[in-house]
């Protein structure tokens, strides 16, 4: 399904904090679970999160072991790609923003990654050229065209190029709203830190590849086609090629995007001697459970 064409601004984080006070709490009207979202631990950002570093690192390790637990029951890792403390540990976590969604007793229970490159990021970047369809006669080089058609977009409107991947979700959730909330939380984060062109290899299994084009993701393409669906061996299933724009999400969706970003931004912090809340929020406000509710297609992310 291609989602209508956007057709209002997304709110800029200076437009967002403007606002004042938000109607968001900290579980996001979630029956106790919550939405969370750690910065990069390492490296450099003009936001970092509100939370103690150690709670910080221990939250990313959770997230590292939830992701080990999930790849492997759905056959998509080996046993030999776990660390011995359980964590499947992807180069780029440090540098990288995760959104979580937490348990009423706090366990982590899903997870996504949002990698941010810099200005200078090439096609030999980009995790995506790793792909095993782009090893293919057919793809070698008319990939890396798409690839470079992708960083030149990014270019053009001056916003750099992103990577999202590690999206994990606990069985219990699936078949639910929560997956679309974790979903649209990769375009808050983006939005946060001023927008981008983003990339997503995206796996069939569960509708996740599905369910991103509804949200609005679009197939990565060239003027002769899209790049078809592969087979990963890595990870043992069928994956997709999704290419996002932090400006252009379905529009029956955009109330949640921006309720996100209010509510991540209620969790970081300028960097300074003397940390301060970016913003404040009020008692939660039903607005994302019923925009979800009424735009929802059930049983997707299964």
């Known amino acids: 399904m291609t989602p209508p064409a956007y057709t209002r601004s997304p709110p800029t984080p200076g437009a967002i904090r403007s606002q004042g006070k938000s109607n968001w709490s900290k579980n996001m009207n979630l029956a106790g679970y919550s939405l969370m979202v750690l910065p990069p631990l390492e490296g450099t950002t003009s936001l970092r999160s509100a939370l103690p570093r ?49 348990s009423p007793q706090g366990s982590v229970c899903g997870t996504l990654r949002v990698t941010v490159h810099d200005d200078e990021c090439g096609v030999d970047d980009l995790t995506v050229s790793e792909c095993p369809v782009f090893a293919e006669e057919e793809w070698r080089l008319r990939g890396r065209g798409i690839l470079a058609s992708f960083l030149q977009r990014a270019s053009a409107a001056r916003v750099r190029a992103a990577e999202t991947g590690g999206w994990a979700l606990d069985e219990s959730l699936r078949g639910g709203k929560k997956g679309a909330l974790l979903a649209l939380s990769g375009w808050a984060v983006i939005r946060l830190v001023g927008g981008a062109k983003i990339l997503g290899a995206v796996t069939t299994r569960h509708g996740a590849s599905r369910m991103t084009r509804y949200l ?34 379905n529009p029956a969706f ?3 995007v921006q309720a996100i970003c209010n509510h991540f931004l209620g969790m970081l912090v300028q960097p300074s001697a003397d940390p301060t809340r970016l913003c404040a929020f009020d008692p939660v406000d039903p607005v994302v459970d019923q925009n979800l509710a009424e735009h929802f297609i059930p049983g997707w992310f299964a």
């Open 54 to 102: 150690h709670e910080c690192e221990r939250l990313l390790v959770a997230a590292q072991m939830l992701r080990a637990r999930i790849f492997l029951a759905d056959t998509a890792l080996v046993a030999s790609t776990v660390d011995s403390s359980g964590r499947y540990i992807h180069p780029l976590d440090r540098q990288s923003w995760h959104v979580l969604i937490c």
């Open 216 to 249: 609005g993701g679009l197939e990565l393409a060239d003027a002769k086609g899209s790049i078809p669906a592969y087979f990963d061996p890595r990870y043992g299933c069928d994956m997709e090629l999704i290419e996002f724009d932090s400006q252009q999400v």
């Open 254 to 256: 955009e109330p949640t």
